[in-house]
C-alpha cells in the first residue's frame, strides 16, 4: 500500500480519512488514519475501543492534554496515549495535520502515561545500513516493544544517507508502515518500486518484501511504524539486494 497525502489532506479537514483497510490487517493494529485541524480546532478521539494509539504530528502544533500531563508538540513529532484519547487542540497559526495509529489493548490493563518525543535527526546514531543496504543510515528507537502496553514493537526514526538504502527484506509476524518526512527516495514493496517524497504513507504486511532507497541529493528522513502478532517472534529476512539498481515505476496503491 502507498498512499500521497498531499491528495489526502483536502478531505480530511472535518474528520480522519482512514488509511488502512482492514482486509489488510493481521495483527491487533486497528486503524491508521489522516486528520489535519484548522487553528484553534479540536480533534476528538476516534473509538472508545481499548487502544493504544500514536499520534504522529507532521505539520502544525498539537496540544495533547490528559488529565494533568499537558503535551504540545511542533511538528514532526509523535505522542503515544492510552485507550481512549482526550481532545487533541492545535494552538498554532496554521493548520495541524497528523496521522493516528491505533492499537488493540489486550485487556483491561495499565497503559503507560502519555509520552512524547520530537523527530530531531541530531540525537540519531549513525552506522552501517541494514538488511543488506548501502551506506550509511542513523536511527534511533523512539519506543521499544517494553514501553508499550499493546503489540506495538517499535516507532523509530531514520535518515538515510545519500546514495543510501535499507536493503530489500520482509518480516514474519510483523506488520509495518514507512511515513517519510523529508527527501525523496524509491520504495520497493512486493517488487514494485516507486518514488516517494514527503507524506508518502506505505504498508509492508507479512511477508511482503521491501526496502527503500536514497539517491540523493539530500537525505531521506523517514518514521517506522511496527506491529507484531502476539505470541509469536517476528523476525527478519534479507533478501540480498541493496535496491539501488531498481528503477521506479508507477506508484503502488
Known sequence: MHVDLDFIW???????????APSLLTTPWASLTATE??????????????REVAHVLLAGTLEYRDG??????????????????????NPGPAAARYLSASV???????????????????????????????????TRHLWRPQEFASAWTFIDHA?????????????????????????????????RTFAVGPGAVTFQGIGAGHGIYNPG????????LAVARPGETYTTVDLDDDLRDRRAGPAAS
Open 10 to 20: 483536502p478531505g480530511a479537514a472535518t474528520a480522519p480519512v482512514p488509511l488502512l
Open 37 to 50: 485541524l484548522a487553528p484553534g480546532a479540536v480533534g476528538g478521539a476516534e473509538s472508545t475501543a481499548p
Open 217 to 224: 541529493p539530500e537525505e531521506l528522513a523517514f518514521l517506522r
Open 68 to 89: 494533568e500531563t499537558r503535551l504540545q508538540l511542533e511538528a514532526p513529532a509523535v505522542v503515544v496515549g492510552g485507550a481512549a484519547p482526550p481532545p487533541l487542540r
Open 159 to 191: 535518515v538515510l544517507g545519500v546514495d543510501a538504502s535499507v536493503g530489500y527484506h520482509y518480516h514474519d509476524a510483523l506488520e509495518e508502515a514507512f511515513v517519510v518526512l523529508a527527501g525523496r527516495g524509491r520504495m520497493t514493496i512486493a517488487d
Open 104 to 138: 488493540d489493548l489486550d485487556g483491561p490493563g495499565p497503559v503507560p502515561a502519555p509520552r512524547a518525543e520530537a523527530a530531531n535527526p541530531a540525537v540519531l546514531q549513525w552506522r552501517d545500513a541494514i538488511h543488506g543496504g548501502a551506506g550509511r543510515l542513523a
